[in-house]
Nanobody, 124 residues
Framework: QVQLVESGGASVQAGGNLTLSCQAS?????MAWFRQAPGKEREGVAT???????SVADPVKGRFTISKDNAKNTLYLQMRDLKTEDTAMYYC?????????????????????WGQGTQVSVSS
């Protein structure tokens, strides 16, 4: 059974830092972080392809870094200089190479596997 388990969410003050983790039950070629704030649509944050090629969405570029430890099947999201608008539930998503083939490891991919989420709350 495929599992994605996020951790690391917390309540922090603006300007603080957090690192989220996503432990996968197996290797996935493409993994990503998404977030959803209350009353808003889900938003893509960052992707990691094969643990080597990464991309980060413009709203968080320069503050968030995605990385992956292939040996541990764990995806990370390092977040620094957090802002109140970063408050959201953060989700980990994953796809196999077969899922990725048609369109690539992108935030617009229809990821078949999702975690339950970890809450990040940033106060001013």
């Amino acid at each position: 059974q495929v599992q994605l388990v996020e951790s690391g969410g917390a309540s922090v003050q603006a300007g603080g830092n957090l690192t989220l983790s996503c432990q996968a039950s197996k290797y996935f070629t493409c993994m990503a972080w998404f977030r959803q704030a209350p009353g808003k649509e889900r938003e893509g944050v960052a992707t990691s392809y094969a643990g080597q090629f990464t991309s980060v969405a413009d709203p968080v570029k320069g503050r968030f870094t995605i990385s992956k430890d292939n040996a541990k099947n764990t995806l990370y999201l390092q977040m620094r200089d957090l802002k109140t608008e970063d408050t959201a539930m953060y989700y980990c998503a994953a796809a196999t190479q077969r899922d990725v083939a048609p369109s690539g490891c992108e935030l617009g991919l229809d990821f078949p596997y999702w975690g339950q989420g970890t809450q990040v709350s940033v106060s001013s």
